[in-house]
């Protein structure tokens, strides 16, 4: 008898566990629904160990901590970029990048205290501005190919990423 309850045990563990699995994956592509990539969305989120066990508003968190990794890197890229650069122009335009990607930053780091006091409207307003950086370095570059443009691109996906959550999350 031990043995058949412990079994029954298991496989209501089971069960219910795949419940969870589920309905959080079911909570990611709803969070995703609006997003511009919706794909990118998913798979981000998915990515994160974190997101297993998160509702919406930690859905949110680990978007905003995706996009601050992100811009932090391609800060970096662009730092590095600078060092070897020798073109004034091309200079110029990656120390405009360097001074987007310090406000899209700032812009993130606004957004994640704005979304720990649920000011959804706030969130939008600051990860919108900061969505901007990638468009605005590319621009700098338009006498010449830009060594951004992939980088660039993915952080406005990471900021979508984040929009789209956070619009879910405030019931919009």
């Known amino acids: 008898m031990k043995s058949i309850t412990s079994f029954c045990f298991v496989i209501v563990s089971a069960l219910f566990l795949n419940q969870i699995n589920t309905a ?5 592509t709803t969070a995703c629904g609006t997003a511009l990539d919706k794909k990118f969305c998913e798979s981000s989120l998915r990515s994160q160990p974190e997101s297993k066990k998160a ?3 930690g859905l949110a968190r680990i978007a905003l ?3 601050s990794t992100n811009g932090n890197k391609v800060q970096n890229q662009v730092s590095q970029l600078l060092k070897k650069e020798s073109d004034k122009n091309r200079k110029a335009a990656l120390r405009d990048c360097i001074e987007n990607y310090q406000s ?17 409207s706030d969130v939008n307003t600051w990860i919108s501005a900061a969505m901007s950086a990638g468009a605005s370095c590319e621009e700098g570059f338009k006498s010449s190919q ?27």
């Open 104 to 120: 899209a930053l700032e812009q993130i780091k606004n957004s994640a205290t704005a979304l720990a006091s649920k000011r959804y």
């Open 24 to 28: 959080t994956a079911d909570l990611i």
């Open 65 to 67: 901590k995706l996009a």
């Open 146 to 172: 830009s060594p951004l443009t992939k980088s660039n691109s993915e952080f406005g996906s990471y900021c979508g990423t984040a929009l789209a959550v956070t619009n879910k999350a405030s019931g919009s």
């Open 55 to 57: 509702d919406l508003n």
